[in-house]
């Protein structure tokens, strides 16, 4: 769900609290420990998921190899032991799978393809940027439009269903929101939150999409 004003669509604060941030010496990089993630890197390191991903453009987030040198916002060596990037459309399939699981994990097929269908619309609107990593990724007013993302549950791992759902959505153009722009669960979010304000367009499960 979208981060503030919008709610929180799945309570990821098990998972968060769980996952060891391993320790970071002071320097211009970091290598790459086995169970580490751009997200853990990050906490540990005082900085967000998009500058550390922004320092290094070359990297394939869901594919760092034990041993890769990553850099820190700041510093001008290059990284090394990088795997090869993806293709825009693997990266935009990644992503989508991704939120998805986040945002919508445990809902129904045409749930979780209504939640593709809003990262779409975005992504077809203009200014939200032009892959669907940017609007994953987002940062308004200094907050990430998904909760999933400042909260790091955007990294675990999809499921089947949700994998589905991604091709759906990007493959074969499915729109079971024609026009949904927001989604919320209405049991997590607040009577005065201004997305409810917005028109109403569908309810799948336990999420409701509006413009």
Same mark, same amino acid.
């Given at each position: ?102 945002? =919508? *994990? @445990? ?7 209504? %939640?593709?269908? $809003? #990262?779409?619309?975005?992504? &077809? =609107? *203009? @200014? ?7 609007? %994953?990724?987002? $940062? #308004?007013?200094?907050?990430? &439009? ?66």
């Amino acid at each position: 769900m979208f981060k503030l004003p919008m709610a929180l669509s799945v309570c990821a604060a098990a998972l968060v609290g769980s996952m060891a941030v391993p320790a970071f010496a002071a320097t211009n990089n970091v290598t790459v420990q086995p169970g580490n993630t751009m997200w853990s890197i990050s906490q540990a390191q005082g900085i967000s998921v998009q500058a550390l991903e922004q320092a290094n453009p070359s990297i394939n987030p869901n594919d760092m190899l034990i041993g890769t040198v990553l850099n820190l916002p700041g510093s001008t060596s290059a990284p090394q032991a990088s795997p090869a990037v993806s293709s825009t459309a693997q990266q935009n399939l990644y992503w989508m799978e991704h939120v998805i699981n986040a945002e =919508a *994990g @445990g809902e129904s097929l045409n749930a979780q393809i209504a %939640v593709g269908d $809003v #990262i779409m619309h975005r992504l &077809q =609107a *203009g @200014g939200y940027g032009s892959t669907v990593h940017d609007v %994953v990724f987002q $940062v #308004i007013a200094g907050h990430y &439009q998904f909760s999933s993302v400042q909260n790091g549950y955007i990294y675990s791992a999809p499921d089947a269903s949700s994998i589905q759902a991604a091709e759906d959505v990007l493959w074969y153009g499915k729109d079971v929101a024609p026009g949904a722009m927001v989604f919320y669960n209405p049991t997590m979010t607040p009577s005065n939150s201004w997305v409810r304000a917005q028109p109403y367009l569908s309810t799948f499960d336990n999420l409701v999409f509006a413009r």
